[in-house]
């Protein structure tokens, strides 16, 4: 929501300021300068950037028109943790298999749909919690473990972000090819009238403004967003790293939670009793 709500202040804000300053709104309406400026940066976005980061950048560009997530997201996360937790305790970490190895299969992960369509999270929880079932491993090692799958995970993960940053530096000077390109069109026209001479000479500038709008006001802007957003899954695949961390020390369920709890941001953390009361309801179930 806020990605269009941005983008209509930017187009408002240069195109109001412009029209009340006097400007000609037809004027801006150049698309071989459009075309120009696009189809370069499309071009240099794909010999730069292997398929399957494309691929994540047109994933995440929906995630970012879909949203974050929210306190309620991590309230579950951490509800579906006490619960796994709670079983292991209930029936040993050999109750715990059946969930564990086909988790879409599990009553527990069953409530909490969007944990499961979220394939790393998933799979990072699952594949954890086979090593600690193993019992071959010590806490620290464990923690090594967890921290190198999360730091590749979060280099992956911002390749998108990178690259279209990298097509938005370019874009002022593609603008400037454009530019160019226009001028050339004007001096091969100098011996028409001065009003044709200035619509083309006007037509060339708008290339540069297209490409400086466009690397500040649409495609970096984006490239933010895309990473701010990738903070955001590495904080969740963090939360479950506190967890996962705390329960494998021999902790109580609830105690290995409030580990989890008090790894996240305020803006997105669940309150004490808030968690508290969300477990006993889960424990009643």
């Known amino acids: 929501m ?36 696009g189809g370069a940066a499309l071009g240099a976005l794909l010999i730069a950037t292997p398929l399957n980061i494309i691929k994540k950048i047109i994933k995440q560009v929906t995630g970012v028109i879909s949203g974050g997530l929210g306190k309620s997201d991590y309230l579950d996360l951490l509800v579906m943790m006490y619960e ?25 992960f069953k409530r ?37 799958d999360l730091e590749i995970h979060h ?12 097509t938005a530096d370019s874009l002022p000077g593609l603008g400037i090819v ?4 226009g001028v050339v069109i004007t001096m091969a026209s100098l011996n028409g009238p001065p009003s044709e001479i200035g619509e ?22 984006l490239a933010a967003s895309i990473g701010a957003r990738t903070q ?13 961390l ?14 989890a709890r008090r790894s996240l941001p305020a803006d997105v953390r669940p309150g004490f009793l808030e968690l508290e009361e969300a477990c006993k309801q889960a424990k009643r179930r």
């Open 2 to 37: 806020f990605l269009f709500i941005g983008a209509i202040i930017v187009v408002g804000g240069v195109l109001g300021g412009y029209t009340l300053h006097g400007g000609n709104l037809l004027a801006l309406n150049q698309p071989s300068e459009l075309l120009v400026i």
């Open 84 to 108: 796994i937790f709670n079983v292991a305790r209930r029936d040993g970490l050999v109750g715990l298999e059946n969930h564990i190895e086909h988790p879409e299969e599990s009553d527990i």
């Open 112 to 148: 909490y749909p969007k944990f499961l369509k979220n394939h790393h999270a998933r799979d990072f929880f699952a594949d954890t919690m086979r090593v600690i079932i193993s019992g071959s491993v010590q806490p620290h090692d464990l923690d090594d473990l967890m921290m190198n």
């Open 155 to 166: 280099e992956d993960e911002l390749k998108p972000s990178q690259a279209l940053a990298a």
């Open 178 to 181: 454009a530019a160019v390109l």
């Open 200 to 221: 083309k000479v006007a037509a060339a500038l708008v290339g540069t403004f297209l490409g400086i709008i466009g690397c500040y006001g649409f495609i970096g802007p």
């Open 232 to 244: 955001d899954s590495h904080l969740f695949l963090n939360c479950i790293r506190h967890a996962l």
């Open 246 to 259: 705390s329960f494998h020390k021999g902790v109580a369920g609830v105690i290995a939670v409030e580990f």
